[in-house]
């Protein structure tokens, strides 16, 4: 079965420090991968995303994801965390065939200034 | 443009109540998905609609929940009766669906946050 592991649930970093967020997938063929974030209080906007092509995947607000077939892994970056960066992010896969994504439990960020 | 819109924003009700959730998703998308987003369970896929016709519905609870998409511009999300489990927030999100873009992007709304006491 398809599925998402987000094994970090809170992470806490300092502003201006780079972030890593963790991401692995299960899934017998390539999926797209999608990151999204949420804000409080608020719907989820579309990071960035996966299709095909460069496994480097640069999204908006300075944020860049890295697939690793051999790791089954999309793991999230960014250089420097700004305190407005403070938010919840989902990972998510899509299968192939369908519409329905899966999406991991969340990891929740926070940011010290 | 406006994004998903949602309503309401916030609901209450008690246990018994029937609850209605509105969705109109951005003009133009042919694909709408409904949500439900709880800390036990994360976020779960309930139905999703192509051009106003359900297409998988597999991720509804139970009876006790129902899902319309009356025309392009608006879908429902009802819970009859409702339950404290029922409690969460219920998001819901739109797309623009194609043979090339089978993945395109999501956009959700600001969700409604339905507690049943």
């Known amino acids: 079965a398809q599925s998402v592991t987000q094994p970090d649930i809170h992470i806490t970093v300092s502003e201006g420090a780079s972030l890593e967020l963790r991401c692995n997938y299960s899934y017998g063929a390539t999926p797209y991968l999608f990151w999204y974030v949420q804000s409080p209080g608020q719907g989820l906007q579309l990071l960035l995303k996966?299709?095909?092509?460069?496994?480097l995947v640069q999204g908006i607000k300075g944020f860049e994801a890295e697939f690793k077939r051999s790791q089954s892994s999309f793991n999230l970056r960014k250089p420097s965390v700004h305190w407005s960066d403070a938010a919840e992010y989902f990972c998510?896969?899509?299968?192939?065939?369908?519409?329905?994504?899966?999406f991991g439990t969340g990891t929740r960020l926070k940011v010290l200034a | 443009d406006a994004g998903v819109i949602q309503s309401p924003r916030h609901e209450v009700t008690e246990m018994g109540q029937e609850v209605t959730l509105r969705c109109k998703p951005i003009?133009?998308?042919?694909?709408l998905f409904w949500y439900r987003q709880t800390m036990m369970r994360g976020l779960e896929l309930l139905i999703y609609?192509?051009?106003?016709?359900?297409?998988?519905d597999s991720g509804m609870p139970e009876d006790r929940f129902s899902a319309k998409m009356p025309n392009a511009s608006f879908s429902t999300l009802k819970i009859q009766p409702s339950e404290p489990r029922d409690s969460a927030v219920y998001f819901c999100?739109?797309?623009?669906?194609?043979?090339?873009?089978?993945?395109?992007?999501?956009?959700f709304g600001p969700g409604t946050r339905l507690t049943v006491l």
């Open positions: 996966y299709f095909s092509g460069d496994t």
């Open positions: 998510a896969v899509g299968p192939s065939g369908t519409y329905k994504y899966i």
């Open positions: 609609f192509n051009n106003n016709v359900p297409i998988d």
């Open positions: 003009s133009g998308h042919d694909y």
């Open positions: 999100a739109s797309s623009s669906g194609g043979a090339a873009s089978s993945y395109n992007e999501q956009f």
